[in-house]
């Protein structure tokens, strides 16, 4: 019986307890049991696995900003890891930080390693400074990580400021805003702030009996960084039964924090003067917290504020030709043997022809892009009424496009867009210009010649593969005419791309524009040869010399003369 009791003692006993020694004695025998020791985790943090990503990516916390901590966790111990828990500290007391601070984890096996990522927040009152985490996992039998300090840097909330920075017009159905002709708004939005814009919102309420055909009424950007621009182009029309004289836009520009957009309305007119083109802008890189902005613009400082004299010449005419697109008329031309900018040139010349210069609006005549035939067709109507009002008569003609030399002649060549370099027949041969305004009989003649004619142009060449240019020859003028071309002799004529024009055209609307046309034109050729010259080796690293043609019937008088008598 004894020999019983002791077997299943030794069983009951040995099916709880593994191998711990235990000591006995029965009447008859001697016994020892015992345990294995446990087989502890090693835990330890990857520092190398150490990562943070915050929303913005500039790798701080900045107030208000959702971020992550990220790092490996592995186990090269004797046993698994078993009941850890995560616990993070933040030792510096930075304000408006927010994170768990205890997070059970998974079992960690022998050999693995598992991801721990630590969601953190920050809020409105975050300042400059730093937060100093310390993490480390908890063993339930003491068997902890060691601690791992990491530091980020954080950053007190700055505000974007979001505005409507400015805007122009584009149409393709004409030069004015009219009843069920589509135009576009070509609107620019731009972060003046020193914060990042989020979530940003922009929305477009337009007035009964009008349409936007882009369908973009309502749009949405992630971000804007300071001085960030984008441009958006509405694409909208009228139809018959809109009444009004006015047409009234209306902006909502907002963000994420509903507190630093802008609310505007812009006013259009039915006949509203279409004076501008669809252009490019370049974005103000982000490149610290003290950012040096610059609100950024669709039109050049020419562009606005024309001066209005109030002045009326009723004998004053205006011939105003503004060639661009070569490319759609003649097949075998790229792109870049436009003329950049030259339709904004005319269209805003024109602007300060009847502001500035005083020059009615029925005496302008105008045109952008024109063919052959269009060409001749304006310049015989100007010539048939300048002879018929005679010595009373004043011109001005003012051309921004292709120029081009004839190789064997080399006589100069004003170019439809129709006409290519190689059929110049077509092309309005600059002497038989001169000769027939110079026939008219008119008091004053003076042409603004925004060209080249040397093969050469703003982009390129019209034939772009000529590796020589052409000297052209100087045609003789005569009558009561002064010439101002935008270059010399071989020389081409460039873009100012800062302002989007040709650089000749800028620096004579700047000085108009300076002057109110209260100048004589000595004063007015000395401003532009020397402007455009300095200028163009500034920005473009090339040579540009305007030049000023004067017929002997006026070499002795002209640099009195006076742009608005």
């Given amino acids: 019986m004894k020999k019983i009791l002791f077997v299943l003692i030794i069983l009951f006993v040995g099916h709880h307890i593994s191998a711990q020694e235990f000591k006995g004695r029965s009447s008859e025998y001697n016994f020892n049991i015992t345990k294995d020791p446990p087989k502890p985790p090693y835990l330890e943090m990857d520092e190398a696995s150490i990562v943070f990503t915050d929303a913005n990516g500039n790798s701080a916390m900045d107030a208000n900003e959702t971020a992550t901590l990220k790092m490996s966790l592995k186990n090269t111990g004797m046993g698994e890891g078993v009941g850890l828990k995560l616990k993070v500290q933040e030792t510096t007391g930075a304000p408006g930080i927010t994170f768990d601070k205890t997070k059970p984890l998974e079992n960690l096996k022998v050999g693995a390693s598992q991801v721990i990522q630590i969601p953190i927040q920050s809020n409105m009152s975050t300042t400059d400074g730093k937060a100093v985490f310390q993490v480390s996992v908890d063993e339930p039998n003491g068997f902890d990580s060691d601690p791992v300090v990491v530091e980020l840097v954080t950053r007190a909330f700055v505000s974007p400021k979001l505005i409507i920075a400015d805007y122009t017009l584009q149409s393709s159905a004409g030069d004015r805003i009219q009843k069920r002709r589509p135009f576009d708004v070509n609107l620019l939005i731009q972060n003046i702030g020193q914060g990042v814009g989020e979530k940003i919102s922009l929305k477009l309420t337009v007035p009964a009996n009008m349409f936007c055909m882009s369908s973009n009424e309502t749009l949405n950007f992630e971000t804007l960084k300071p001085g960030e621009s984008q441009t958006i182009t509405y694409s909208l029309v009228t139809n018959n039964e809109f009444s009004a004289q006015k047409i009234p836009l209306s902006f909502v520009l907002s963000e994420k924090n509903g507190k630093y957009g802008q609310s505007k309305e812009i006013t259009l007119e039915i006949n509203q003067e279409i004076t501008s083109r669809e252009l490019a802008i370049q974005a103000v890189k982000n490149e610290g917290t003290a950012i040096s902005i610059t609100t950024a613009t669709l039109s050049s400082v020419v562009d606005k504020n024309i001066p209005v004299t109030g002045k009326k010449y009723p004998n004053r005419f205006a011939l105003i030709i503004g060639n661009e697109d070569y490319s759609d008329y003649q097949s075998g031309l790229n792109t870049e043997m436009n003329v950049a900018f030259a339709r904004n040139d005319a269209s805003v010349f024109r602007q300060y022809a009847e502001k500035t210069l005083g020059i009615d609006a029925k005496n302008i005549f105008f045109t952008t892009d024109a063919t052959s035939g269009k060409m001749n067709q304006e310049i015989n109507k100007v010539e048939a009424i300048l002879k018929r009002v005679g010595q009373n008569a004043e011109l001005v003609f003012y051309y921004a496009g292709h120029g081009f030399p004839d190789e064997t002649t080399k006589s100069a060549y004003l170019i439809p867009v129709d006409v290519s370099a190689s059929n110049l027949t077509s092309g309005v041969k600059?002497?038989?210009?001169?000769?027939?305004?110079?026939?008219?009989?008119?008091?004053?003649?003076?042409?603004?010649?925004?060209?080249?004619?040397?093969?050469?142009?703003?982009?390129?060449?019209?034939?772009?593969?000529?590796?020589?240019?052409?000297?052209?020859?100087?045609?003789?003028?005569?009558?009561?005419?002064?010439?101002?071309?935008?270059?010399?002799?071989?020389?081409?004529?460039?873009?100012?791309?800062?302002?989007?024009?040709?650089?000749?055209?800028?620096?004579?609307?700047?000085?108009?524009?300076?002057?109110?046309?209260?100048?004589?034109?000595?004063?007015?050729?000395?401003?532009?040869?020397?402007?455009?010259?300095?200028?163009?080796?500034?920005?473009?690293?090339?040579?540009?010399?305007p030049d000023v043609l004067v017929s002997p019937d006026v070499e002795n008088v002209w640099e009195g003369w006076l742009v608005n008598p």
């Fill in 430 to 545: 600059l002497g038989d210009l001169y000769k027939r305004f110079a026939e008219t009989g008119a008091g004053k003649i003076t042409l603004f010649l925004d060209a080249c004619f040397s093969g050469g142009g703003r982009n390129s060449g019209l034939l772009a593969a000529r590796s020589v240019k052409v000297k052209p020859k100087e045609d003789f003028i005569f009558g009561n005419m002064v010439v101002f071309t935008a270059s010399s002799g071989e020389q081409s004529s460039f873009p100012y791309q800062a302002e989007k024009h040709g650089m000749f055209t800028f620096f004579l609307l700047k000085k108009l524009q300076e002057t109110s046309g209260n100048l004589n034109y000595n004063d007015l050729a000395a401003y532009i040869k020397s402007e455009v010259s300095i200028e163009s080796i500034r920005t473009n690293s090339k040579e540009q010399d």
